[in-house]
Structure formats: C-alpha cells, structure tokens
C-alpha cells in the first residue's frame, strides 16, 4: 500500500466512458494515477440486456483498458468472474480504495440517473476526497440545458437545435445564418424506398481472442438473455470504429438524407450510419463527426439535407433527449399520460406474429441487437402507443434489446417520443399512424398476411383500427391540438357503423394478443 503522500488519484472509468480524453484522465500524471474499470453483475444484470450488448460493452472495455496499459497507465480491471467481485459499482471502488489508498478519487458523472445516485454517495462512504467531473462529451451541459429550459412553457428539439448550431458553428455561413437558408431539410428527407433499393453493407469485425473470449463468458453465464450472438460483428475498439465511419461517409451519407424514414424487408442498416454503439461508448467524438459531415458537404462529397440531417440527429436529437432526461428524472420512468396498461405482446421477444413489418423489425432487433430509428419509432413504437402497452413494460424492453440503449437516450425516446407518456413535453403531438404510413414509406406491406388497404374485418391490417381506436380513446385529450386535431373531423365523417367496425375489429385483436411471459426483460 503507497505511503499518504504518495497515494495515487483513483480514477474509476465506466463502461460507456471508453475515451482517453474523458474529463477524470485530462491533464492527469500517469504515475500518480490508477485507472480503475469494473465488469459488474449489477450492470450486466438490472435489466438483461441483449447478449450482443454485454459483449459489446465487456469487449470494447477490455479493449480500452488494454489500449491504455500500452500507452503507460495504470489499469486495475476487475474481471465479472473475479474472486471476491463485489457486483457493483460502490462495493467494487471501496475494495480499490484498499488496494490502492488513494488520496482522492476523480471520477466523471454516469450517463444514467441510477448509477449518478450511487456515485453520489460516494463522498460521504469513503474517507478520501471525491471530485465527480461534468462529462463533457456532451455540446451542451446539463446545467446549461435546464438554464435554456427553465424560461420555456412548452420545449422544442427544433429551437434548442438551433442553439446548438449556433454554438458549434455548424452549417452556418459567414453571417450566421444556417447554410442553404433553412434550418431543417426534414422535408426532403422522406423519400419512399423504390424498388431495388439496397445499400453498400457495413463493415463488421471479426471478434479477435479478447472479444472471443466475452462471447463465451456471456453465452455461459448470460445463456437465457435475448439475441442472437452469431452475428456479433459491433466495432469494439477506436480504430474499428473510426474504420466504421469511414465506410459511412464514403458509401452511404449520400443516401442518408433521402432515405431516412424508408423501411425494406430485410435490409437492415440501409443508409444509417450504425454509429450509434460506438457513439454513446466514448469510441467516437459526435461533434468530430459532424464536422466531418459540415466538410463532406463543402467538399461536394454529400448533399445539404443528408449532412443536414445527420447532424441535426446528433447535436439535435442526441443532446435534447440527453439534456431533457436529467431534466425529468426520476419521475420520467413512471409517467403515463395517456394511462396504458396492457402488458407487452410475447411477439416482441419472439417474433412470432403475421404482421410483416413488426415480424422483421423483432428480427432485426435479435440478429444485430439494433433497429434503425424509423423502424423503433413508426413500427414497434407506433404499434406500443396506438395498442396501450403499459410505459414501464415498454421501457424494459427497449432497454435490453438495443445495443446503444443506456436509459438517458432510451427512456426520453420512449416514454416521451413514442409513448406521450410525458403528456407533451417533448414531442408536439403523438406519433401515431395507421398501415397507410408503413406501406408509403417501406416494402412491408406488400407481402403481409394482412391487407393494408383493408380498414375493418377479417385480414384487415390492425395498424387501420387500432389508430382510430387509440384516437376515440384519447379525443378529450388530443382534439384539442393543432396537429392532429384536425383528424377527428374524419373521424365523425366516418359514420357510426364504420366507427362501430374499427372499434370491432380493434378490441378483437387486442383481446387476441398473448401476453410476453414473464422472465424476459427481468429475472425473477
Ligand atoms: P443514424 O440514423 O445514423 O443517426 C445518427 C446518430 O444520431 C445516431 O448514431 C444517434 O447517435 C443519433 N440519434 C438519432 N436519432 C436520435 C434520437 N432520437 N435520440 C438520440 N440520438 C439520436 N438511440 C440510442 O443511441 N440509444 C437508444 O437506446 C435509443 N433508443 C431509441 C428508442 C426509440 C423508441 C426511438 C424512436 C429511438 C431511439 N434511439 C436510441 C434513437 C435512434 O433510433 C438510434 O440512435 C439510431 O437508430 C442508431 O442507429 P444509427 O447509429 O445508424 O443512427
Ligand atoms: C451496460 C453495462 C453493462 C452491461 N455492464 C457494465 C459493467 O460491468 N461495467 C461498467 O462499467 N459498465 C457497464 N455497463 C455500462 C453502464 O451501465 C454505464 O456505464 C452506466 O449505465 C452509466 O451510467
Ligand atoms: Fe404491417 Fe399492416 Fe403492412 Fe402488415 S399490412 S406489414 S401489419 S402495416
């Protein structure tokens, strides 16, 4: 054990923080600095994560911990089969505490408000000093959103936007106003797939011995978790993950604009840029990646509304949901506006069920642990908001399945995008659509065993009647916003016997649907 004055500072790193230049390292002396990592029961246990998910995450940390041994520090990484692994965050920093003796620990806030709780304790648990340092891998702070947040009644990701390309600099010209003169190119971004499309694959990494070494350890002690571990090809470390983007801005941000929200059978990244995974670990810098979009799009590489749109998801999207996560915990995990109570369908873990479109997304979810965003938000989440799944059951489940799912970006995208179980805070009206959505903008339809252009009865696609179903249900809610408002007027034009026949055929398949078994998302 070092003597007082030579006890080092104690520098936990958790495993979405896998960057040398996170907040705790910056600046710091190697030799007066032990960098401490933890696999954890706890972590890989709270919810039972995807089986990719934990391999990704124990690969890309075993990776990391090695990548700064070569470069000169000090890792002490506990292994989850470790004698004596304590199986969570406090107890394993307190069994570092008698290692080491440090003089202080510094360590960088969590990503979750869960493990933020615990963290908190820490300064009162153990007898050194303990500095928790804002992570700013982030444009904006958490303090500086609830600043820009506390003036506003109604919050909008399109004038925080705004803000953030104002801050960056990003697509603005010399006077700074937004290159091209609009703000937003969502517009020309909802191209309808035409037939044929496909898009270059992306590359994916052949698991070396280390990450060999976490498959096996998962499908031993993580066997009954849901996913597929055949597929794993995730980046795992910086440069594979830099190799990752790479691909993306030769081969696909062209594309990415135009086909965002298109969907087709099988086809299961399209455009996207598969980032995401490697984003929220600390592998990649989002704002170095949209720089590398601004200069693609001077450098005539890609078009204004691809780059556009691309960024927008990024110092947009990314850090509005981030900023209104900490803003609305801890009562974000238990809001349910509109009062949904019934339990998850068994399909979303199996994907058994004749509705093509939810059958492939499911798919896609349990081969690569990943969805792309129009297939999380206007199909399964579409599905869960119009059939009243309950919030809490829906939440768990996103949470599990996705390999970027950390619950700041997860549950502010659920329970507030999907669900409108904020009642409004984050979107302005509720994303709910009928088969009318999913046919225009994917190939699904035409091979479903129901008919999209049939509304009530028999084979009807239940998207038709489970839409006018959730939107009868919530009229003293909904009516009275401007966006969709409007809709009822169809509504009351439809006449009582269709009404009758969507509340029909609704109640019917929703009085058909076989309830998840338990055991899934949480054991026991
Ligand atoms: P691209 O389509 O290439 O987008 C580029 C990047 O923008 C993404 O990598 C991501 O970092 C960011 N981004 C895009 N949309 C969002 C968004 N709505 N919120 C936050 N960041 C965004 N993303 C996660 O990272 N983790 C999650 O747990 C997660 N859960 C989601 C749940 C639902 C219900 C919905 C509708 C969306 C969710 N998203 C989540 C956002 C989005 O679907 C994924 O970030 C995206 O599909 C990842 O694939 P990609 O990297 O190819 O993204
Ligand atoms: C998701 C996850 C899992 C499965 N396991 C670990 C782990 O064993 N050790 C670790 O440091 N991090 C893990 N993580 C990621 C953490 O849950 C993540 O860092 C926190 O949620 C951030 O608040
Ligand atoms: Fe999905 Fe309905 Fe189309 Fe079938 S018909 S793929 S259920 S939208």
């Known amino acids: 054990m070092p003597e007082p004055q030579n006890a080092p500072v104690l520098v936990p790193i958790l495993g979405d923080q896998l960057t040398r230049t996170i907040a705790s390292l910056r600046g710091r002396a190697k030799d007066d600095t032990v960098i401490l990592m933890m696999e954890v029961w706890d972590e890989a246990t709270y919810v039972k994560h995807h089986k990719q998910k934990i391999v990704l995450i124990f690969a890309a940390m075993r990776h990391f911990a090695a990548e700064l041994r070569e470069a000169g520090w000090t ?10 692994n304590a199986g969570d965050f406090t107890g394993e920093v307190a069994r570092a505490i008698e290692r080491h003796n440090p003089r202080a620990i510094h360590v960088v806030e969590a990503g979750e408000w869960r493990v933020q709780q615990a963290i908190e304790e820490w300064p009162d648990k153990f007898a050194c000093e303990v500095e928790i340092l804002p992570d700013d891998r982030f444009v904006c ?10 003036d506003r009644d ?12 104002r801050k960056t600099g990003l697509l603005l010209d010399d006077d ?37 070494e976490v498959i096996d350890l998962v499908e031993e002690r993580f066997g009954d978790h849901f996913g597929s571990l055949e597929t794993f090809g995730w ?28 969907m087709v059978h099988g086809q ?25 979009a601004a200069q693609a799009y001077e450098d005539g590489k890609a078009p204004l509304n691809s780059v556009e749109g691309f960024i927008r998801q990024l110092i947009g999207w990314r850090e509005y949901v981030r900023g209104f996560y900490w803003l609305h915990m801890p009562h974000l995990q238990r809001a349910n506006a509109l009062n949904a109570q019934r339990a998850l369908p068994e399909f979303f873990w199996t994907g058994e069920t004749d509705m093509r479109c939810l059958a492939d997304c499911v798919r896609s979810t349990r081969d690569n642990a990943h969805a792309h965003h129009i297939q999380r938000l206007m199909v399964l989440g579409n599905f869960c908001l119009i059939a009243g799944i309950d919030p809490r059951e829906v939440q768990d489940w996103y949470l599990v399945v996705y390999a970027d799912a950390y619950e700041w970006v997860e549950l502010p995208n659920v329970a507030a995008m999907i669900l409108y179980a904020d009642d409004g805070k984050l979107a302005s009206k509720p994303y709910a659509a009928s088969g009318n959505y999913i046919n225009k903008m994917s190939d699904y339809c035409s091979g479903c065993a129901y008919s999209v252009s049939k509304k009530t009865g028999e084979g009807a696609c239940p998207f038709n009647s489970l839409y006018w179903h959730f939107m009868d249900r919530h009229r003293d809610k909904l009516e009275s916003n401007h966006r969709i408002g409007r ?22 398949f929703l009085n058909g649907l076989e309830p998840a078994a338990g055991g899934w998302a949480r054991s026991g």
């Open 75 to 84: 890792v002490d990484y506990v292994k989850l089969t470790d004698e004596n």
């Open 141 to 150: 702070s958490i303090a500086e959103f609830r600043e820009w947040a506390q």
């Open 154 to 165: 109604t919050l909008r990701m399109e004038f925080f936007y705004r803000e953030m390309r």
């Open 176 to 212: 700074g106003k937004p290159e091209g003169g609009e703000w937003n190119y969502d517009s020309e971004n909802r191209k309808p797939p035409k037939e044929g499309l496909e898009a270059p694959p992306r590359p994916l990494f052949e698991p070396d011995d280390i990450t060999r």
């Open 235 to 262: 980046p795992v470390t910086r440069d594979q993950a830099e190799e990752a983007a790479d691909a993306f801005f030769a081969e696909r941000i062209e594309c990415f604009g135009p086909y965002q929200d298109a």
């Open 268 to 292: 299961d990244d399209l455009f996207h840029s598969m980032l995401s995974t490697s984003i929220n670990l600390g592998l990649l810098d989002p704002l170095e990646l949209c720089r590398r």
């Open 487 to 508: 809709i009822y007027s169809n509504w009351d034009r439809m006449g009582e016997d269709k009404q009758a026949a969507h509340h029909e055929t609704a109640e019917a």
